[in-house]
């Protein structure tokens, strides 16, 4: 038999070869990836690897785990195309590859910026390793930083950065900051802690060009007009799935790969997993994309009961992290469908998490700094359980003891 070939060697694609054998697949296992290195943690990219000048990147897993479960890793390969009909891989080179099941793990890059001048040195988004290192570099020389987009990660490095001793400007276009992913009270206290470290926040702004100084970045100029120094500017604006080599092949696609709750494509043959699939969401009943650790990691355990017999449905709960500066957020449930909000603890410790509420459901929990109601509210949507908002505002015990 040719076995199973998994298209991506990040957070899906390596999980998905580690279930493959967990779950007892004893067929050949190949992954490619386009990386050189062995496939790595991201998070840590936007958070300590640019303040640490000798972080390394985190492999995922080390170089015997893939020796040792037959996991024949292919770095530095392009996939070009699927020939569906053969299944058989194109490679970029010439050479094909045979495969029985596909798993399409291509994750998402950064989403580009149309403007003037987004080509000039010094202005870089962050996905890899490498984007990684270039961001640390030339912070270290640099007084001015131009952050585009209100997201996470832009916020994460804008906060690094300007503890570091730099003009941070951060540029959102829409009037608040993390809209996609929190709700507005977190996106707000984000925002005052942020101002009061010094970072400059533009809301509802845009840059209309960059400017550029012997043939690097020098300046962003907002809408507005007013032109901000810039010796560095990150691009933040989100992502787009990696799609390509799924749709020249036929394969449904609406936002991202859409996948059934076994993680299949409308090709039975092949599954898709991570950043890149979409689909309609057990929790929600609302079709997502999400962009995480947790569901990378999560969708690549799935796919892998599904190669291997099994019938279970995705229904993992969604979680997500990220660290700016001093805050440690952390959130869990989707906030999609929320009414009400309840929040425990005092925003002025820098400590506090808001429960959101669809009628009596509890649909989501995000906190600052509380990591243990972060693991209860794991425990609680994972039962399907909703507390009374008394048991909330009891705090962590009684709703152990409600849980109980
Ligand atoms: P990726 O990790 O993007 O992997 C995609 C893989 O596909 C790569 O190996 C690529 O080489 C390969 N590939 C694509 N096309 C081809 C092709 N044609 N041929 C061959 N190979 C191909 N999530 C959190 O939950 N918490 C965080 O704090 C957090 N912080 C983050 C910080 C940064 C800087 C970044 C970039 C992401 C962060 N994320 C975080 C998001 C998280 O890293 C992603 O959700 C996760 O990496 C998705 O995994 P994936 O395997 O789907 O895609």
Same mark, same amino acid.
């Given at each position: 038999?040719?076995?199973?070939?998994?298209?991506?060697?990040?957070?899906?694609?390596?999980?998905?070869?580690?279930?493959?054998?967990?779950?007892?697949?004893?067929?050949?296992?190949?992954?490619?990836?386009?990386?050189?290195?062995? %496939?790595?943690?991201? %998070?840590?990219?936007?958070?300590?690897?640019?303040?640490?000048?000798?972080?390394?990147?985190? %492999?995922?897993?080390?170089?015997?785990?893939?020796? *040792?479960?037959?996991?024949?890793?292919?770095? *530095?390969?392009?996939?070009?195309?699927?020939?569906?009909?053969?299944?058989?891989?194109?490679?970029?080179?010439?050479?094909?590859?045979?495969?029985?099941?596909?798993?399409?793990?291509?994750?998402?890059?950064?989403?580009?910026?149309?403007?003037?001048?987004?080509?000039?040195?010094?202005?870089?988004?962050?996905?890899?390793?490498?984007?990684?290192?270039?961001?640390?570099?030339?912070?270290?020389?640099?007084?001015?930083?131009?952050?585009?987009?209100?997201?996470?990660?832009?916020?994460?490095?804008?906060?690094?950065?300007?503890?570091?001793?730099?003009?941070?400007?951060?540029?959102?276009?829409?009037?608040?900051?993390?809209?996609?992913?929190?709700?507005?009270?977190?996106?707000?206290?984000?925002?005052?802690?942020?101002?009061?470290? *010094?970072?400059?926040?533009?809301?509802?702004?845009?840059?209309?060009?960059?400017?550029?100084?012997? *043939?690097?970045?020098?300046?962003?100029?907002?809408?507005?007009?007013?032109?901000?120094?810039?010796?560095?500017?990150?691009?933040?604006?989100?992502?787009?799935?990696? @799609?390509?080599?799924?749709?020249?092949?036929?394969?449904?696609?609406?936002?991202?790969?859409?996948?059934?709750?076994?993680?299949?494509?409308? @090709?039975?043959?092949?599954?898709?997993?991570?950043?890149?699939?979409?689909?309609?969401?057990?929790?929600?009943?609302?079709?997502?994309?999400?962009?995480?650790?947790?569901?990378?990691?999560?969708?690549?355990?799935?796919?892998?009961?599904?190669?291997?017999?099994?019938?279970?449905?995705?229904?993992?709960?969604?979680?997500?992290?990220?660290?700016?500066?001093?805050?440690?957020?952390?959130? @869990?449930?989707?906030?999609?469908?929320?009414?009400?909000?309840?929040?425990?603890?005092?925003?002025?410790?820098?400590?506090?998490?808001?429960?959101?509420?669809?009628?009596?459901?509890?649909?989501?929990?995000?906190?600052?700094?509380?990591?243990?109601?972060?693991?209860?509210?794991?425990?609680?949507?994972?039962?399907?359980?909703?507390?009374?908002?008394?048991?909330?505002?009891?705090?962590?015990?009684?709703?152990?003891?409600?849980?109980?």
């Amino acid at each position: 038999t040719s076995g199973t070939i998994i298209v991506g060697a990040g957070h899906a694609g390596v999980q998905a070869a580690a279930s493959l054998r967990e779950e007892g697949y004893d067929g050949p296992v190949v992954l490619i990836g386009e990386e050189q290195e062995l %496939p790595y943690h991201k %998070p840590p990219l936007s958070k300590t690897f640019i303040k640490d000048a000798a972080a390394k990147p985190q %492999p995922l897993r080390g170089e015997s785990f893939y020796e *040792g479960n037959s996991i024949d890793y292919r770095p *530095g390969l392009h996939v070009e195309r699927i020939d569906l009909a053969g299944r058989r891989l194109e490679l970029a080179g010439g050479a094909s590859l045979a495969f029985d099941r596909l798993i399409l793990a291509t994750g998402s890059r950064p989403r580009s910026l149309p403007v003037e001048g987004a080509g000039l040195p010094g202005v870089v988004s962050l996905r890899e390793v490498a984007d990684a290192r270039l961001i640390r570099e030339l912070s270290a020389s640099c007084t001015d930083v131009v952050v585009l987009g209100g997201g996470f990660i832009g916020l994460e490095i804008a906060a690094t950065l300007r503890a570091a001793g730099r003009n941070v400007t951060v540029v959102e276009a829409a009037d608040r900051l993390l809209g996609r992913v929190v709700a507005a009270p977190i996106g707000e206290y984000v925002r005052q802690r942020l101002a009061d470290l *010094g970072v400059r926040i533009l809301t509802g702004t845009t840059v209309s060009r960059l400017e550029g100084e012997k *043939g690097h970045v020098s300046a962003a100029v907002t809408a507005a007009g007013e032109r901000l120094p810039a010796q560095l500017v990150i691009v933040g604006v989100g992502v787009v799935p990696n @799609v390509e080599l799924a749709g020249q092949a036929g394969i449904a696609i609406s936002n991202g790969i859409r996948v059934d709750h076994q993680m299949r494509t409308s @090709v039975p043959e092949v599954l898709s997993v991570g950043d890149v699939a979409s689909y309609r969401h057990w929790f929600t009943g609302g079709d997502v994309r999400l962009e995480s650790v947790q569901n990378a990691t999560d969708q690549a355990r799935l796919a892998a009961r599904t190669i291997t017999g099994g019938t279970d449905a995705y229904g993992a709960v969604p979680w997500f992290w990220s660290d700016i500066g001093d805050m440690k957020l952390q959130m @869990v449930g989707l906030t999609a469908g929320a009414d009400s909000h309840l929040t425990v603890g005092m925003p002025q410790d820098n400590r506090f998490s808001v429960y959101h509420f669809a009628g009596d459901r509890l649909v989501a929990v995000e906190s600052v700094n509380r990591p243990a109601d972060h693991m209860l509210g794991r425990k609680m949507l994972a039962a399907g359980f909703s507390p009374s908002r008394e048991a909330v505002a009891e705090g962590a015990d009684a709703l152990k003891a409600a849980l109980a």
